[in-house]
């Protein structure tokens, strides 16, 4: 149902901007969300932004280098990476629920996106 793209390498520094979309134009669908999972290490929440009023919130790694948006109409979720850093390299998911507010867990995500990798190297 969530199909992210945008993902790809970058050398530190510099930029991507991440996508993703609902192909089932999901009316169930709320708050959205970014996650990234590293190898041997657990998935952790990007961002998120509510469906009504966009509220975002974001982990605390990003420190204003990432900005979460989204098209409430057709559900469609942007992620725009700057100042990438190599530990940025990660899958990134793409989450939705069918609850308004502002959710960090992942258990509380019931779509997901399949993931897109980005990979930060010099």
């Known amino acids: 149902q969530l199909a992210e793209s945008g993902g790809g390498v970058a050398q530190p520094g510099a930029s991507l901007r991440l996508s993703c979309v609902d192909n089932?134009?999901?009316?169930?669908?709320?708050?959205m969300g970014w996650f990234r999972q590293a190898p041997g290490k657990e998935r952790e929440f990007v961002a998120m932004i509510t469906k009504f009023g966009g509220e975002t919130d974001y982990g605390d790694f990003v420190k204003g280098r990432f900005t979460i948006s989204r098209d409430s109409v057709s559900n469609r979720l942007d992620l725009q990476m700057n100042n990438l850093k190599v530990e940025d390299t990660a899958l990134y998911y793409c989450?939705?629920?069918?609850?308004?507010?502002?959710?960090?867990?992942?258990?509380?995500?019931?779509?997901w996106g399949k993931g897109t990798q980005v990979t930060v190297s010099s």
């Open positions: 089932v134009h999901n009316v169930g669908i709320f708050t």
């Open positions: 989450a939705a629920s069918g609850t308004e507010g502002p959710i960090r867990l992942p258990t509380s995500y019931e779509y």
